[in-house]
């Protein structure tokens, strides 16, 4: 139980460029999920909380007009990254909360050319 | 200001040996302790978690131990072996809907044959 999917897994898209990144919880609903990035060798940073139905939350320093964050289910959430740059090149993770629990998804590698 | 402190940032370890990494917090309202397990490429997957009404929980070749007064947490991995070889991280977060994890800053951990 507790599965948590991203899709896709692998992304490469030019720079200006826009991409949507999925993550779905496949055997529970999830009224949160978690935006989080991750450099190499490092801690995950949390982007933002997605609350279903309402706006995400955005942690200091990460820009929600760059980040787009949609919840619109209760096993649904989405990360667009909007106008790209090779800087948003970068491991993106969701996790989604069940109870009190956050089970993660397999990861997104984000690559802007 | 780091919420979780974790050391040490890399371990190596003897198949069979015992690995043994520490976290330790400051908000004493945190009332969940998990630990996750990466691979590289991968997103975290849940290992062992426990709560701070128990001193120690276990569950095959994992262990956490836990001093509440010195806000201390700890894993234990028995018998280590080279499939261990991963990226361990400690979190901490205060139960609630919508509760934000707060990540240490990992262990490399390598075992060799």
């Known amino acids: 139980g507790a599965v948590v999917s991203q899709h896709p897994s692998r992304v490469i898209c030019k720079s200006g460029t826009s991409v949507k990144i999925e993550c779905r919880s496949l055997?529970?609903?999830?009224?949160?999920m978690f935006w989080y990035r991750q450099f190499p060798k490092q801690s995950l940073m949390l982007m933002a909380t997605?609350?279903?139905?309402?706006?995400?939350?955005?942690e200091q320093g990460v820009e929600k007009d760059k980040f787009l964050i949609n919840h619109a289910s209760l096993t649904l959430s989405t990360l667009t990254v909007t106008s790209a740059h090779p800087e948003d090149s970068s491991f993106y993770i969701c996790?989604?909360?069940?109870?009190?629990?956050?089970?993660f998804g397999p990861g997104t590698r984000l690559t802007v050319t | 200001q780091q919420q979780v402190k974790q050391s040490p940032q890399s371990l190596i370890v003897q198949k069979g040996g015992i690995s043994i990494i520490n976290c330790a917090y400051e908000?004493?309202?945190?009332?969940?302790f998990p630990w996750y397990q990466q691979f590289p490429g991968k997103g975290p997957a849940l290992l062992i978690a426990?709560?701070?009404?128990?001193s120690e929980k276990k569950e095959g070749r994992f262990t956490i131990s836990f001093n509440k007064s010195a806000k201390q947490f700890s894993l234990h991995i028995m018998d280590s072996q080279p499939g261990d070889s991963a990226t361990y991280f400690c979190?901490?977060?205060?139960?609630?809907?919508?509760?934000?994890?707060?990540f240490g800053t990992g262990t490399s951990l390598t075992v060799i044959p």
């Open positions: 996790s989604a909360q069940d109870n009190y629990e956050q089970y």
């Open positions: 055997d529970f609903q999830a009224t949160t």
């Open positions: 997605s609350n279903e139905g309402s706006k995400a939350t955005y």
């Open positions: 908000n004493t309202a945190f009332d969940y």
């Open positions: 426990i709560r701070p009404d128990v």
């Open positions: 979190a901490a977060s205060r139960t609630g809907t919508g509760n934000q994890f707060y």
